[in-house]
């Protein structure tokens, strides 16, 4: 029944490790997002697809990948992680330029 | 660039009060949207109300309601008769309507607490 789902809710990783982090949703919307939000909870975009073609990618290390393989999944990697990667990674989605539904976030850890 | 500012960090009502949070935001657009959202310690992000810049009626949503100064770029939240589940960090945002405008940009939130 969940909206917006992501997997895990918490990823606590070493550094130098490559990690993924998936999300499912079930609306039927065509625009799906990654948001970071970082220690002080501000909140910024990451990635956007739109009907699995990419079409927002903000100034993000390009360790950073995110894959959609279709348009109820947007998935993101991560490759050689860093102690500055540890944040709450929050998937959405929307129809267009509808409102965002957010999962529940994905928190991640990097020792 | 879009920027949206927040400038109280941290506020507190009292139970059954009634509190205002502010947010002004900067654009050189003429249609937008506005968002309030609500991240309690479970920290879900919930969508508490939406105004669109073309509308000049204020949204209201059950005990929620947002004064729209489009001129003056403000959108500020009313609480009314505050509970204690409304204790949560809450967001201001925006995004424009032109292609590729799909993103949110936020600001960086007031923590609200609610005192019994």
């Known amino acids: 029944d969940t909206a917006v789902s992501q997997t895990p809710k918490y990823l606590v990783t070493q550094m130098g490790n490559d990690k993924s982090i998936k999300c499912e949703q079930n609306?039927?919307?065509?625009?799906m997002y990654w948001y970071k939000q970082d220690s002080k909870k501000f909140l910024k975009i990451m990635f956007s697809?739109?009907?699995?073609?990419?079409?927002i990618n903000e100034t993000v290390p390009n360790r950073f990948s995110p894959k959609s393989p279709d348009k109820a999944h947007l998935n993101l990697h991560i490759n050689s992680l860093e102690l500055g990667d540890s944040a709450v990674y929050f998937c959405?989605?929307?129809?267009?330029?509808?409102?965002?539904?957010f999962g529940p976030g994905t928190r991640l850890t990097v020792l | 660039a879009q920027t949206v500012t927040q400038s109280q960090p941290e506020m507190s009502v009292q139970e059954a009060e009634t509190v205002t949070l502010s947010c002004t935001y900067d654009?050189?657009?003429?249609?937008?949207?506005l968002f309030w959202y609500k991240q309690p310690p479970s920290r879900q992000m919930i969508l508490v109300i939406r105004?669109?810049?073309?509308?000049?009626q204020n949204a209201t949503e059950n005990r929620f309601s947002v004064n729209f100064q489009k001129a003056a770029k403000s959108f500020s939240l009313k609480i009314s008769d505050s509970q204690l589940g409304d204790a949560a960090m809450y967001f201001c945002?925006?995004?424009?309507?032109?292609?590729?405008?799909?993103?949110?940009?936020f600001g960086k939130g007031t923590k609200l607490s609610v005192i019994p």
């Open positions: 959405a989605s929307s129809q267009g330029w509808d409102w965002q539904y």
């Open positions: 609306l039927g919307h065509d625009t």
């Open positions: 697809y739109n009907n699995k073609e990419l079409i």
């Open positions: 654009t050189s657009e003429s249609d937008y949207y």
């Open positions: 105004q669109e810049a073309y509308k000049q």
């Open positions: 945002a925006y995004r424009g309507s032109g292609a590729g405008s799909y993103q949110l940009t």
